[in-house]
């Protein structure tokens, strides 16, 4: 059944194999194990003394009353992101797969936020948000509403919630409705001469062999709430109001870049390089096996 | 042989060439300006460069103050710094505490031959970057101070008396004037850390930190959780609540609001005026900041804000000397000037600041010298020199996030102090850990 290409000595596949493996070692493993050096050592910010300290970074990181907070906001703010982006994804391309003109339209438009770079998606929600200069923060004072994020911690909470939301949705609903459209049409069929309402087609039929797309989207939706969501948070709210939004990336990038605390902030990005292999692990294990249903 | 003929033609062209088609040297100028305060930037270095030919000197925008300050140091680590760094002030423990990756100022001076004499420079201003003994170790250059800007038409709509308020019991009472006489916006200060807590200490000449507020040792600890200051946050925590004063953030975001006529006053940096002398569309006056009467002593004087320039270590002689003369430039009284009169920093030596003054520009431009006169009307003491703190950029933060507590009604003022004191000391205690 498979199919495999031989190669007759050791030197082709090797060359092939070399780009790949150079910009994984540059980007990913290099940088890795100085992560790693970084975070058993203390120095000041200039690199001029450097001792060696063993674990303490990772206790004093761990003892740390604010690290502990900020990975229970973490927690909050993926399940909020992952949860909304999810659902909203999965709604509109149901939508879009029922659409029968101008479909096209609608699923450009739909996957247009995904284009945005995370650090414009903040910008453009700053510009529509900000107490000061915002458009949206005006009409909603007119309103009677008192919007001020810089002060208010669920307001600021609920800004960057909906903001990586949007920036998300688009993803999901490509996922998504390419797992509908590769549902086989007899099963709706079927279930349709049988009397099954559309409602009742969806959640027996549908959902259950979207199942496995929605795994691999929960995954990548919360690696992405985790990692990707950066520059929204440095753009709109910069972790405030006093770090009600300081999610674990920005607590290593604000400790290691405004902090200068190298030791810290390396201790941090090894406990987040951690969540991240645990979580492609998880993946694997049980998503790779199911993603082919049928 | 062929080797030798090489050799004897490339020395032959580099007669030839040498001298006369001499690349000039180029000198990296990292600094975190915009606006304005961007287009004096690119004018200095321009102007330099027309003056002579042996240098150089290339301006790179690098983003805000922090970003700046961290993209030097990540250069550093990596074997190719800037020549020369705009740092803020705040970043002037961590730089002062990097022997080694610095070379200072007055060293720079004297190993280049060029003619330097710090007692040309005001005190007040070289204080800060200076040595206990009186080294200077980086340049002045933007040096600001926060002072009060006030919308005159503002003022007159809500049918006030066309003065500012001098004390803070008056400009709470004036913010509620103005805001029951419609202005959207009463009062609001910027930069919530610098304003209401160091500028505040030293013009009541209360302390910060100990150690002169870091000034003398990096064993400093934080003490300014005093009464009056929690006594000061109440009231501006109420005037919050009853939207007399407006929380502008913890840097200059609310300067829009002034600028624009929503907010009528604001407590900000002397380096504001080039922004609201371009683009305000009202009359506006400046004033000093405000004091509490009953507090002995006050007003004191206040403190320099804004940035300095510092000389990265590790670079060659010729490269030195030719920072030397850029700074010398830099220096000169035609320059300093004029740089003082378009955007509103200080002077940063006692020639400009006389020749200003002579000229009559003070007549004409009233308020232009309350900075000047505000942070040298008495002579500095203890709390009021200046500031040095290490990690003092996330030491402002941890302020500014427990004010917001205050601010947001979900923590008591004492309690806030007491517990951004405590956290500013752990930051503190780790700073000196770090750089031992």
């Known amino acids: 059944m498979e199919r495999r290409v031989v190669f007759s000595g050791w030197l082709f596949p090797v060359l092939l194999l070399l780009p790949q493996l150079a910009v994984t070692v540059v980007f990913f493993f290099w940088p890795a194990a100085q992560a790693i050096l970084q975070s ?33 906001i973490t927690v909050l703010f993926s399940i909020a992101v992952a949860g909304l982006a999810l659902a909203s994804g999965l709604l509109f391309a149901v939508m879009a797969d029922r659409v029968v003109r101008g479909a096209a339209v609608y699923k450009t438009v739909l996957l247009l936020p995904y284009a945005v770079a995370p650090a414009i998606a903040g910008v453009l929600w700053l510009f529509l948000f900000n107490p000061s200069i915002g458009i949206v923060a005006v009409a909603l004072r007119r309103l009677g509403i008192d919007w001020n994020y810089l002060l208010d911690a669920p307001q600021a909470m609920l800004l960057v919630v909906l903001a990586a939301t949007w920036k998300q949705i688009s993803y999901n609903f490509l996922f998504f409705l390419a797992g509908l459209q590769s549902i086989p049409p007899s099963l709706l069929e079927a279930s349709a001469i049988d009397g099954a309402s559309p409602r ?51 607590k290593v990038w604000y400790d290691g870049m405004v902090g200068l605390d190298l030791g810290s902030s390396a201790a941090q990005s090894v406990i987040l390089m951690a969540i991240v292999i645990g979580l492609t692990a998880i993946q694997f294990r049980f998503i790779e096996r199911r993603v082919h249903y049928a | 042989m062929p080797i030798k003929i090489l050799a004897a033609v490339a020395a032959l062209l580099g007669a030839i060439a040498g001298p006369a088609f001499a690349e000039p040297i180029e000198l990296q100028w990292w600094h975190a300006m915009t606006a304005i305060n961007l287009e004096r930037v690119n004018k200095l270095a321009a102007d330099f460069n027309a003056l002579q030919t042996d240098y150089k000197v290339t301006p790179v925008y690098k983003g805000s103050y922090p970003e700046t300050m961290t993209a030097a140091i990540a250069a550093f680590r990596a074997g190719s710094p800037p020549h020369i760094v705009q740092v ?15 070379k200072p100022v007055y060293q720079l001076m004297a190993d280049a031959g060029e003619p330097f004499d710090p007692q040309n420079y005001l005190p007040t201003v070289t204080g800060y970057y200076s040595t206990a003994d009186g080294k200077m170790l980086s340049l002045p250059f933007n040096s600001s101070t926060a002072i009060v800007y006030w919308n005159k038409d503002a003022f007159q709509k809500a049918g006030l008396d066309p003065e500012p308020p001098k004390t803070w019991p008056e400009t709470f009472a004036t913010a509620k004037k103005l805001k029951s006489g419609g202005a959207n916006c009463a009062v609001v200060p910027a930069w919530i850390t610098w304003t209401q807590i160091e500028q505040f200490d030293a013009w009541h000449n209360l302390p910060l930190a100990t150690k002169a507020n870091g000034l003398d ?22 005037a919050i609540k009853d939207k007399s004063f407006d929380y502008g953030g913890r840097t200059n975001e609310a300067e829009g609001r002034f600028v624009s006529g929503d907010c009528a006053m604001i407590q900000t940096s002397s380096g504001f005026y080039g922004n609201v002398k371009t683009n305000a569309k009202f009359a506006f006056g400046m004033t000093e900041l405000p004091y509490y009467p009953d507090i002995k002593g006050a007003p004191q004087n206040s403190i320099i804000g804004g940035a300095s320039l510092w000389v990265m270590s590790g670079k060659k002689p010729e490269e030195y000397k030719g920072i030397a003369k850029f700074f010398s430039y830099l220096s000169r009284t035609d320059v300093q000037r004029e740089m003082h009169e378009v955007t509103g920093y200080l002077p940063i030596t006692k020639a400009a600041y006389e020749a200003t003054k002579a000229s009559g520009f003070y007549e004409k431009n009233p308020g232009r010298e309350i900075p000047i006169l505000q942070l040298a009307g008495k002579s500095p003491t203890e709390n009021s020199r200046g500031l040095r703190l290490g990690n003092l950029v996330q030491i402002r933060d941890i302020i500014a996030e427990d004010l917001e507590g205050v601010f947001a009604g979900k923590s008591e003022p004492k309690a806030a102090l007491d517990n951004a004191v405590a956290r500013g000391n752990a930051i503190l205690r780790q700073f000196q850990k770090n750089i031992q």
Request: charged content about 15%; cysteine-free.
């Open chain 1, 200 to 250: 009742r087609r969806f959640w027996t039929i549908v959902f259950p062999l979207l199942a496995p797309t929605s795994f691999f989207l929960l995954v990548v939706n919360i690696v992405y709430a985790f990692f990707d969501t950066f520059g929204i948070i440095h753009n709109v709210t910069q972790g405030g109001p006093a770090k009600a939004t300081e999610i674990l990336v920005y």
């Open chain 2, 217 to 238: 040792g990096t064993d400093t600890e934080l003490v300014f959780n005093t009464p009056v200051m929690a006594k000061h946050i109440t009231t501006l925590a109420e």
């Open chain 2, 88 to 102: 803020f002030e705040v970043g002037t423990a961590t730089m002062m505490a990097a022997k080694g990756a610095v």
């Open chain 1, 40 to 72: 058993v050592r203390r120095e000041d910010a200039f690199g001029l003394s450097t001792r060696f300290v063993a674990a303490e970074n990772f206790t004093a990181v761990l003892g740390d009353p604010l690290y502990l907070a900020s990975a229970e």
